[in-house]
T-cell receptor
Framework: KNQVEQSPQSLIILEGKNCTLQ??????????LRWYKQDTGRGPVSLTI?????NTKSNGRYTATLDADTKQSSLHITASQLSDSASYIC?????????????FGRGTQLTVWP | EADIYQTPRYLVIGTGKKITLECSQT?????MYWYQQDPGMELHLIHY???????EKGDLSSESTVSRIRTEHFPLTLESARPSHTSQYLC?????????????FGSGTQLSVL
């Protein structure tokens, strides 16, 4: 069964600190991996999209890494801000259909305290 | 970024009522989707459309129905709402990106059925 597992489930850090969120997947075949940020009560917003040939991709203070061999990805947040408080969702796409089916993780709930 | 709008943001209704959740996008995207999300859980695809007059059921069985009469409009209807339908409903549209799709989400409708 294709799955996307994220850890930790929740995380609390102080403003200004760095943190790393993990995503392990078993989806096969693999097309790309996405990280989304979802604020409470809002829809997800795309942070990064990486294909199997990309190891690292940055978007401001967000840096995603991908190891397609071990089927692991991480999202590193640098110098956290209060506005980073949100759920971060890992999504993996396969190549099994023209739709490019998406497999969603349950997210890591990040809380940044002042 | 795509402009995709969902109304209402919040809806509280009684059992047995018929409801329609609205979703519109102004970017001319052909593909549109409805996802269902419960707290702390992953998004589940319930309906999608490749274009006008095209609708398909998603991975998660749903008693809702959808229609696509216009490119920009993709409403979701529940003929008789039940408490089990209480959830957040997210609409999305997509554009081709490399070999897959880049997904844009609306802000969601939080539905509570009493």
């Amino acid at each position: 069964k294709n799955q996307v597992e994220q850890s930790p489930q929740s995380l609390i850090i102080l403003e200004g600190k760095n943190c790393t969120l993990q995503c392990n997947y078993t989806v096969s075949p693999f097309s790309n991996l996405r990280w989304y940020k979802q604020d409470t009560g809002r829809g997800p917003v795309s942070l990064t999209i990486m294909t199997f040939s990309e190891n690292t991709k940055s978007n401001g203070r967000y840096t995603a890494t991908l190891d397609a061999d071990t089927k692991q990805s991480s999202l590193h947040i640098t110098a956290s801000q209060l506005s980073d408080s949100a759920s971060y969702i890992c999504v993996v796409s396969d190549r099994g259909s023209t739709l490019g089916r998406l497999y969603f993780g349950r997210g890591t709930q990040l809380t940044v305290w002042p | 970024e795509a402009d995709i709008y969902q109304t209402p943001r919040y809806l509280v209704i009684g059992t047995g009522k018929k409801i329609t959740l609205e979703c519109s996008q102004t970017m001319g995207h052909d593909k549109m989707y409805w996802y269902q999300q419960d707290p702390g859980m992953e998004l589940h695809l319930i309906h999608y459309s490749y274009g006008v007059n095209s609708t398909e059921k998603g991975d998660l069985s749903s008693e809702s129905t959808v229609s696509r009469i216009r490119t920009e409009h993709f409403p979701l209807t529940l003929e008789s709402a039940r408490p089990s339908h209480t959830s957040q409903y997210l609409c999305a549209s997509s554009i081709p990106w490399k070999t897959n799709e880049k997904l844009f989400f609306g802000s969601g409708t939080q539905l509570s059925v009493l």
